[in-house]
Nanobody, 119 residues
Framework: QVQLVESGGGLVQAGGSLRLSCAAS????????MAWHRQAPGKQRELVAA???????NYAESVKGRFTISRDNAKNTVYLQMDSLKPEDTAVYYC?????????????WGQGTQVTVSS
């Protein structure tokens, strides 16, 4: 079993920056593919960014060039650096993970952290 704990959310003005962190425990972090998802009120949860165990990244079109996902295997932590934030980035952000040998959806989820961007 894997436990994921997010931190770093908050209130920021449009154009500002935030860095989210997600600390993992309970499994070998280095074999986990990690991702950040978000869910805004009244909307479906969407994938924001993902990083493979080998460090390859991919992003939703809406955040490309503004968000950066990274991982530190020595600290069992994945980060989401969010720059040039927009009001439409307001959502609960969730960290998720899955072993590299697993296919399909992410089985491990954090509790979420609120990000609010004011205009």
């Amino acid at each position: 079993q894997v436990q994921l704990v997010e931190s770093g959310g908050g209130l920021v003005q449009a154009g500002g920056s935030l860095r989210l962190s997600c600390a993992a425990s309970g499994s070998r972090f280095s074999i986990l593919a990690m991702a950040w998802h978000r869910q805004a009120p009244g909307k479906q949860r969407e994938l924001v960014a993902a990083v493979t165990a080998g460090g390859r990244t991919n992003y939703a079109e809406s955040v490309k060039g503004r968000f950066t996902i990274s991982r530190d295997n020595a600290k069992n932590t994945v980060y989401l650096q969010m720059d040039s934030l927009k009001p439409e980035d307001t959502a609960v952000y969730y960290c998720s993970g899955k072993p590299i040998y697993a296919s399909g959806s992410y089985p491990y989820w954090g509790q979420g952290t609120q990000v609010t961007v004011s205009s």
